[in-house]
């Protein structure tokens, strides 16, 4: 019998979510290219931007970044790249979580990467 996934609840669990996207991310033939030479993120950085933004956004706690949305949308906009990361962000959401929040990271994800239209 299956265990039934916990939804998005601690600070923990963003930090899952967040570094499985971005392994996704980085294993990408399609993203990792983008995200490594033209966005050039440095990944340490960019990973404490994302757990404080995902905190922020998911509960309501104030981000220490200062940077409403992380850097991360340095690719064409209506693409296949922005369906290709909100892809890559809903399955990491969904092979770790299910409910409310991650429902609602789902969601803001999809308005994050389309807003870059």
């Known amino acids: 019998m299956p265990t039934a996934l916990p939804d998005i609840r601690t600070e923990g669990d963003i930090k899952v979510l967040v570094d499985c996207f971005c392994q996704k991310v980085n294993q990408d033939a399609l993203l990792s290219p983008i995200f490594s030479a033209v966005a050039a993120v440095h990944w ?61 990271a789902k969601v803001k994800a999809r308005s994050i990467a389309l807003s870059a239209e």
């Open 44 to 104: 340490p950085n960019h990973l404490t931007s994302l757990y404080d933004y995902w905190s922020s956004t998911l509960f309501g706690r104030t981000n220490s970044t200062g940077q409403p949305i992380p850097q991360q949308l340095a690719m064409p906009a209506r693409s296949q790249y922005q369906r290709q990361w909100i892809g890559l962000f809903s399955k990491a959401v969904e092979e770790n979580f299910a409910g409310d929040k991650a429902e609602e």
